[in-house]
């Protein structure tokens, strides 16, 4: 019997930019695969694509930008073409998206019961009044005080916060089998940031849903994640395992990241940061975008850019480091 296809199996995946010089590739050659159940961290700093991939994995990319190359498999059926309508299906009940910014996903106009009860609608066959309860059961769920006022509200009427919370039950109203959650960066402080993520890891844990979460801080990911991918400048550099990443990376760049964050200060505490800033991903370097920030940079890196190697833990490095060396600047 050949076994089910993954959950999700993205394959060198392309998004491009139309200008009037000709397409900009933003994101290339990105690989991703999701299992069901499965919680996968997508790290990498600002501007590295992550938020256009989780986009364009539901088709909410807008033009001029557009999907140039590559294959988006959900349950092994092709999403990359499909009509409006076939995507529309497939957003809120089999994927469902947690924006980075809650206002993205929140109709300013209606109120919370409204917009609950249409999502749970848009997909089943209910009953308004089931379908309140449903909403109400799905508020307390994601740890809101008095839920029944709560739905009576409008957005603006809600904290940062709670908008986000909101957010999240209606993201997962309909029982997704892969929840995309791109972490809320600004406007939230930390602590609330982080009972959110325990709660939607709690939830998809509960629900069996696969859930990729987007985030800048591998420290986070650590605590968190079955898998892990690491972005930088729009390309995948480093993926597998979390335990066999973390422990032992292997791309420079990940060692770096892995430095930077809260996890890894050093003994006086002191937070090292990635010397440099990112490129901008319309002007990636040649070769290896990460070299004119290596440690270890060679002749080679600056002329071409390395294919992926490995199996289970996959490096894009043509001198990935061995589990001997420690990250040492
Ligand atoms: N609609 C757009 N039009 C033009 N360029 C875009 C558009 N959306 C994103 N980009 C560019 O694509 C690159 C990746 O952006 P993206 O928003 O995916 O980054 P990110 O990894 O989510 O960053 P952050 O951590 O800050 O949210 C950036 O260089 C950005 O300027
Ligand atoms: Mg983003």
Avoid at 125 to 135: E, P, Q
Wanted: aromatic share 4%; with cysteine; proline share 7%.
């Amino acid at each position: 019997m050949t076994p089910p296809p993954p959950l999700l199996e993205v394959r060198d995946l392309q998004i491009a930019l139309g200008t009037p010089a000709g397409p900009v590739v933003l994101v290339d050659g990105l690989e991703l695969t999701v299992q069901a159940g499965q919680i996968v961290g997508l790290v990498g700093e600002s501007g590295c694509g992550k938020s256009l991939t989780a986009m364009a994995l539901l088709g909410l990319h807008q033009a001029p930008l557009q999907i140039s190359a590559g294959s988006i498999l959900l349950n092994g059926r092709e999403l990359v073409g499909a009509s409006e309508a076939q995507l529309r299906r497939v957003r809120g009940k089999e994927v469902a998206m947690i924006f980075q910014d809650p206002g993205q996903a929140l109709n300013p106009v209606l109120t919370i019961e409204t917009q609950m009860v249409e999502a749970i609608e848009a997909h089943r066959r209910i009953s308004r009044k089931a379908a309140r309860a449903l909403a109400l059961e799905a508020l307390v769920q994601v740890g809101i005080a008095a839920p029944a006022e709560r739905l009576r509200a409008y957005p603006h009427q809600l904290s940062g916060g709670m908008r986000q919370r909101v957010a999240i039950a209606i993201a997962l109203l309909n029982a997704p089998q892969l929840v995309i959650a791109d972490e809320p960066t600004t406007a939230l402080d930390v602590t609330i940031q982080a009972q959110i993520l325990h709660q939607v890891q709690t939830l998809c844990r509960t629900a069996n849903s696969a859930l990729l979460w987007i985030t800048h801080d591998l420290s986070v990911v650590a605590a968190l994640a079955d898998q892990v991918c690491v972005m930088y400048a729009g390309r995948v550099v480093e993926s597998g395992p979390v335990g066999a990443v973390l422990g032992a990376p292997r791309h420079p760049y990940t060692a770096a990241l892995l430095a930077a964050s809260g996890a890894a200060r050093d003994a006086e505490g002191h937070w090292h940061d990635i010397p440099g800033t990112p490129p901008d991903a319309a002007q990636r370097p040649s070769g290896c975008a990460f070299h004119p920030r290596c440690a270890y940079v060679r002749p080679q890196c600056r002329e071409a850019a390395p294919a992926a190697n490995g199996g289970i833990h996959v490096v894009r490095c043509f001198y990935p480091l061995g589990q001997e060396q420690a990250y040492d600047r």
